[in-house]
């Protein structure tokens, strides 16, 4: 018994000993397990640690918004839970989007690699559910109430008898047609009187010698000094002004550097308006990380030779008409492109007088010059009385008082390459009754000349507007406007509102205008009338019919439009037709018209729309 126990007692050691040793080694391992796995995890963490603090250097908005984003975050008061549960939706914001930022990182170099995911954290548990509410009972449904009895039909009446038809009318006798009367007998046409013979013309009485200048009055003194206003008022506090435009968000490239995608700073797409002459910049400006290499190009043709790249700026000095175009630049960081477009015209020449004469001169070899002025000129009958402009800014003018006939005053253009087709506008002034002769001459280098527009004479008390085109040359030229003076002091010639621009000129309402003094302008003979309109001065052949002279000089040298009706057939038409206009709203169309004697016609004035039927304006019948 005793010996049993004792085997027992060791056997009991043995396990013991046996589990006590077991549970050492097994908590070794396990504490050596536990010590690598935590050595792993804090490499682990420092590669982040690292990694986000490569981002943050690199990138430092991210950091920023962090930071922003927390800071607004603690600075709330709000229930800590709630709190707690809004700082952990951050936090994965954030994370998110370093995520997404890392993502652009995925070559495998560097910090660029991305870690093991980590453990999915235990999840929350299921709150209990709510218990259901207990239904309510069904309510009974009511009774169907009982049909009424139908009616019984009424009784249909008999129908009435028909009443017998009455009897016809006898129809009544046609009555007796009445003789015709006799036609009573044609008067006789009397004999036409004989035409008064026109008056003679009086002659026009000399214009007085201008008088004699005074002598200027005694300068007054200088007033007092005024005294001091009171300070004004504050002013009202401006407009907001408009939202810049978006900014550019960074992103790591490749290597893990921060850059940014070049963008323009302010439109991509400008108007320069060039001078001649003068200095056209084209201001490319370029943000992005790195810095931008700009490249500039001319569409459709080179750069122009002198031009010079400044930076983000090219330089264009002395430019000229040729110059004008579509530019573009070219931004380029390596990372991405960015372009701008510049619309550059070439409106130099164009001049309204508001300021000076602009790029135009006095010719050096000339007899007398223009006039700079405002308001109406000194010589009555003669000349304008305001600009064209505003009717209150400036012009110039050849002033007639002085000088002799056929003294003429040039105003000159710089020299144009010449190479493009150039289309010239102006407005000139002509009235008086001895205004001698305007005329626009293209000039080349060695001195000869073109012309390119002329008008003479008496054109009204208006300011009237004339447009050229010239066709491109392979010579350089310049542009001359040349104004004579007439035999008398009212023959002032006036100028405002120059435009000189490149393409050809327009087609307008005011090209149409025409006093048929040399030849029929922009109007044409129809092709498919029977007869044509005759260009004559005096009277017509033909007596008693006709105009005795023109309505513009009114006198045996100007000219007009007729119909000739000695040989033909009646309803014979003669047409002269415009060439097809452009212009946009109302348009006046005014003419003088002379129809005389026993057997007139009709004139008509149509409109006819591209492709439509003509239609009837005017209809006049005598």
């Known amino acids: 018994m005793t010996e049993s126990t004792g085997g027992t007692s060791r056997a009991l050691f043995v396990v013991t000993a046996v589990l006590f040793v077991i549970h050492n080694v097994?908590?070794?391992?396990?504490?050596?397990?536990?010590?690598?796995?935590?050595?792993?995890?804090?490499?682990?963490?420092?590669?982040?640690?690292?990694?986000?603090q490569l981002l943050k250097t690199r990138c430092p908005r991210l950091q920023t918004k962090r930071e922003t984003l927390t800071d607004s975050l603690d600075a709330t008061e709000e229930e800590p839970s709630y709190k707690r549960q809004t700082h952990a939706l951050l936090e994965r914001l954030i994370t998110e989007q370093e995520l997404i930022l890392e993502k652009h990182c995925s070559n495998g170099t560097g910090f660029c690699v991305q870690g093991e995911k980590g453990d999915t954290g235990p999840v929350g548990d299921t709150g209990p559910k709510g218990l259901l509410g207990t239904a309510g009972q069904q309510g009974q449904m009511g009774d169907n109430g009982t049909q009424g009895i139908q009616g019984s039909?009424?009784?249909?009446?008999?129908?009435?008898?028909?009443?017998?038809?009455?009897?016809?009318?006898?129809p009544g006798f046609d009555g007796v047609r009445g003789d015709k009367g006799l036609a009573g007998e044609q008067g006789v046409q009397g004999d036409q009187g004989i035409n008064g013979t026109s008056g003679l013309v009086g002659a026009k009485g000399m214009k007085g010698d201008a008088g004699m200048t005074g002598d200027p009055g005694v300068k007054g003194k200088p007033g007092n000094v005024g005294v001091k206003g009171d300070a004004g008022l504050p002013g009202v506090k401006g407009s907001k002004g408009e939202q810049g435009l978006p900014g550019k968000t960074p992103y790591l490239d490749p290597n893990c550097t921060c850059v940014v995608q070049p963008y323009i700073i302010g439109p991509t797409n400008e108007t320069?308006?060039?001078?001649?002459?003068?200095?056209?910049?084209?201001?490319?400006?370029?943000?992005?990380?790195?810095?931008?290499?700009?490249?500039?190009?001319?569409?459709?043709?080179?750069?122009?030779?002198?031009?010079?790249?400044?930076?983000?700026?090219?330089?264009?000095?002395?430019?000229?008409?040729t110059d004008a175009g579509e530019y573009k630049c070219l931004a380029d960081n390596g990372v991405g492109q960015a372009e701008k477009t510049f619309n550059v015209k070439y409106l130099a020449l164009s001049c309204d007088f508001e300021r000076d004469f602009?790029?135009?001169?006095?010719?050096?070899?000339?007899?007398?010059?223009?006039?700079?002025?405002?308001?109406?000129?000194?010589?009555?009958?003669?000349?304008?009385?305001?600009?064209?402009?505003?009717?209150?800014?400036?012009?110039?003018?050849?002033?007639?008082?002085?000088?002799?006939?056929?003294d003429k005053a040039e105003l000159v253009s710089p020299f144009l390459e010449g190479n493009t087709v150039t289309c010239v506008q102006l407005w000139y002034h002509m009235y008086g009754p001895d205004i001698n002769s305007l005329t626009v001459y293209k000039e080349f280098k060695d001195g000869s000349r073109t012309p390119v527009w002329h008008e003479d004479g008496n054109q009204g008390n208006r300011w009237n507007h004339m447009a050229s085109t010239i066709p491109a040359t392979s010579q350089p030229y310049r542009l001359v406007l040349e104004a004579k003076r007439g035999k008398s002091i009212e023959g002032d010639i006036a100028l405002d509102d120059i435009e000189v621009t490149q393409g050809a000129c327009p087609m307008t309402a005011f090209d149409l205008n025409c006093d048929f003094e040399s030849d029929l302008c922009l109007w044409k003979q129809a092709k498919d009338d029977e007869k044509d309109l005759t260009l004559n001065t005096g009277p017509t052949p033909s007596t008693q019919t006709g105009p005795p002279a023109d309505h513009t000089l009114k006198d045996a040298s100007g000219h007009y439009l007729y119909l000739e009706t000695s040989t033909g057939s009646t309803a014979d038409t003669a047409r002269i037709v415009s060439p097809l206009l452009t212009n946009k709203g109302a348009m006046c169309l005014s003419v003088w018209y002379h129809m005389w004697g026993s057997g007139m016609g009709s004139l008509n004035i149509y409109v006819q729309k591209a492709g439509e039927a003509k239609e009837t304006h005017v209809d006049t019948q005598r």
Not at 154 to 167: F, N, T
Request: one cysteine or more; proline letters at 6%.
């Open 26 to 52: 097994v908590f070794v391992v396990f504490t050596v397990r536990q010590f690598n796995e935590e050595k792993l995890l804090r490499g682990q963490y420092q590669e982040q640690q690292d990694r986000l």
């Open 153 to 170: 039909p009424g009784v249909k009446g008999e129908a009435g008898q028909s009443g017998e038809p009455g009897l016809k009318g006898e």
């Open 272 to 321: 320069i308006v060039g001078g001649n002459n003068g200095v056209v910049t084209l201001n490319c400006t370029v943000g992005g990380d790195p810095p931008s290499k700009i490249t500039w190009i001319k569409t459709g043709s080179t750069l122009p030779a002198k031009a010079t790249q400044q930076g983000n700026l090219l330089i264009i000095p002395i430019s000229m008409a």
């Open 358 to 406: 602009c790029s135009w001169s006095q010719s050096q070899t000339d007899n007398t010059d223009w006039i700079y002025h405002t308001g109406g000129t000194p010589t009555t009958s003669t000349g304008p009385s305001s600009d064209h402009t505003t009717g209150k800014g400036y012009y110039i003018y050849l002033e007639t008082s002085l000088g002799s006939i056929n």
